[in-house]
């Protein structure tokens, strides 16, 4: 069948199962917008208040189904829009696809209006991207553009399409298109038998092994694989902070989440196990510490789909490049079984040490503290919910205080910590799952950066439910001030508006919380509304989220909250 550009971009997103796309129109992508209207029975377009959102919500649904996202944006400031939310994507290997319109072919190069190099500009923050000078192309890129996104190490693919080639017309038959083949892109799967007889020896022998559990795990399915490794050798398992969830939260070997707030049980047994196995994780500088004195003891293994994440930061004894499920599944067959029952213990007793610190088991004199907040989303959504963090004190709560005991209901900008990334993801996460209870926890500082998208959760009339909890400050920038800069508060106090008054602006309901006894029922409040709701919840102004590893400190090397009793 002959069709325009235009429809072949929207036909083929069709094909790939997209059924809902995050944009915003203009000039150069306007004959696309112009072809949505024949195709708005099987494509939803969400028109957004900014593209960082567009993109940001792209983000969301693909983190909360797996599937690829969907951005969409015109040329040059549109275009340049998108760049935080790629960015973000890239960061956290989230398959995201953006479309951007582009001046016509003949005028690229003339600073013709709305002119940017997109794919000069995008390079650095997508897996792949594309400017597509001849429609002939176009269909065929479309469908590499998603391979790209969705094998192998995910990631975001953009297509730049100028507006004459979304004008052109040509045959279409997408049963026709050649398949992908991509000479030099390798999709890796499993590890050799040499490479399993080592994984295993090193297994075998570790009296003091310790699993790295990374955001690799989810997203290649290997949960089950987690957990009978974990199970039958009795390891326990520290979580990066993409990888809370990856096996559930209330089984006895995880250990907790590791790294610079992470649980000081987990980094105490890092720093003295004497095996690692990283799995699908990269040992970034806010998980590791110092690179110099981390983990000294022990022997590594590292398996990974990228093969340029081994050997990258930390040297391993054995690096594995490959699909982790598979290579889990050439292992445990082996596997023998192990008990650790000492190692284990003395786990334990690190664990009871944080209890004995934890903010839950202070008296904190009726002031409303934001762990207790989060802890109690946690107990009156039944530790269910999806939850989008921002970036801040919240976020680092968010990961100590609600535990997750399914993969993918924790998501959060964890590589780029991008502010502004919570409320868009979290309107993203509930259109890909819209039965499941979705809760943004946001800053009032983060949240201020994309509140735009109220409107667009308005006008599409999205159950998500916003918890706003409010410092008054950049909490998380303030922290830093206190304990490394002498409390020299330098632009970190804020000022917001009245956050109620603005959510009624936008015909949103919204609630007040300034004590505990009412996050019971703000919870109950949020779930009888039908469409977005905001909490805003008042806490403590200068509050410190402990452990903290110092940046670059050893790992082992934390601040910790006092024991009740002791002083500061
Ligand atoms: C886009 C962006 N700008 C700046 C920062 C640096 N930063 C990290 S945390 C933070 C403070 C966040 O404050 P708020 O949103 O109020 O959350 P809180 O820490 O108080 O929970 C800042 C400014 C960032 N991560 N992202």
Redesign the pocket.
């Known amino acids: 069948m002959r069709l325009k550009g235009s429809e072949i971009i929207l036909e083929c997103l069709i094909h790939e199962g997209v059924t809902v796309m995050f944009g915003y129109p203009g000039g150069a992508i306007l004959p696309t917008y112009d072809a949505m209207s024949k195709y708005m029975d099987r494509l939803h377009h969400v028109l957004v208040r900014h593209e960082q959102g567009a993109s940001h919500m792209a983000d969301g649904y693909a983190r909360a189904t797996g599937n690829v996202g969907v951005c969409i944006a015109t040329s040059g400031p549109g275009a340049t829009n998108l760049i935080?939310g790629l960015a973000t994507a890239m960061m956290d290997s989230s398959p995201v696809v953006a479309i951007t319109g582009q001046v016509a072919v003949p005028t690229i190069g003339t600073d013709a209006f709305q002119e940017t190099d997109v794919t000069g500009a995008t390079l650095p923050v997508t897996k792949h991207n594309y400017l597509v000078t001849d429609v002939e192309e176009l269909a065929y890129t479309i469908k590499e553009a998603f391979y790209i996104a969705r094998t192998g190490r995910p990631g975001p693919v953009l297509i730049d399409v100028p507006k004459d080639v979304q004008n052109a017309e040509t045959e279409f038959d997408y049963d026709a298109l050649e398949p992908v083949h991509l000479p030099g892109y390798r999709l890796l799967s499993g590890a050799s038998e040499d490479q399993i007889d080592q994984m295993l020896d090193l297994i075998h022998e570790a009296e003091r092994p310790v699993i790295l559990a990374g955001h690799g795990i989810t997203m290649s399915g290997a949960n089950a694989e987690l957990q009978d490794l974990a199970e039958l050798a009795q390891i326990p398992v520290a979580q990066t902070l993409l990888g809370k969830g990856s096996m559930p939260q209330s089984h006895p070997l995880v250990v907790g989440w590791m790294g610079m707030h992470g649980d000081a049980a987990s980094n105490n047994a890092i720093q003295e196990a004497d095996l690692l196995i990283a799995l699908g994780m990269r040992f970034d500088d806010r998980v590791t510490g110092n690179l110099k004195s981390y983990s000294p003891h022990s022997r590594k293994i590292h398996i990974d789909i990228d093969p340029s994440e081994l050997n990258k930061n930390v040297v391993v004894d054995v690096p594995v490049a490959g699909d982790l499920k598979t290579v889990l599944r050439q292992v445990l067959p082996r596997l023998e079984r192990r008990t650790h029952a000492e190692w284990l213990n003395r786990i334990r007793d690190w664990q009871e040490d944080s209890s004995e610190r934890d903010i839950l088991n202070h008296d904190t004199q009726g002031k409303l503290m934001?762990a207790q907040v989060i802890n109690d989303l946690w107990r009156y959504t039944d530790g269910n919910a999806i939850t989008v963090s921002?970036?801040?004190?919240?976020?680092?709560?968010e990961a100590q205080y609600y535990p997750h005991q399914r993969p993918s209901t924790m998501l959060t900008?964890g590589g780029?910590?991008?502010?502004?990334f919570g409320f868009p993801a979290s309107i993203g996460a509930k259109f890909g799952k819209p039965d499941e209870e979705v809760w943004a926890i946001?800053?009032?500082?983060?949240?201020?950066?994309t509140l735009c998208e109220l409107a667009t959760a308005r006008q599409e009339n999205i159950n998500v439910n916003i918890a706003i909890?409010?410092?008054?400050?950049?909490?998380?920038?303030?922290?830093w001030q206190e304990l490394f800069y002498e409390r020299r508060y330098q632009s970190?106090p804020?000022f917001s508006p009245d956050f109620c008054k603005l959510a009624e602006a936008y015909g949103i309901p919204s609630m007040r919380v300034t004590s505990r006894d009412q996050i019971q029922e703000s919870v109950d409040f949020a779930r009888s509304v039908d469409g977005p709701v905001l909490i805003e919840y008042v806490v403590e102004k200068e509050d410190i989220?402990y452990p903290m590893v110092p940046s670059g400190a050893d790992l082992h090397d934390m601040k910790r909250r006092p024991k009740p009793g002791e002083l500061a």
């Open positions: 935080t934001a921002d970036v801040g004190q919240h976020q680092m709560l900008s780029l910590g991008t502010m502004g946001v800053g009032d500082g983060g949240f201020q950066m909890i409010n410092n008054s400050f950049l909490g998380m920038v303030r922290q970190t804020m989220v």
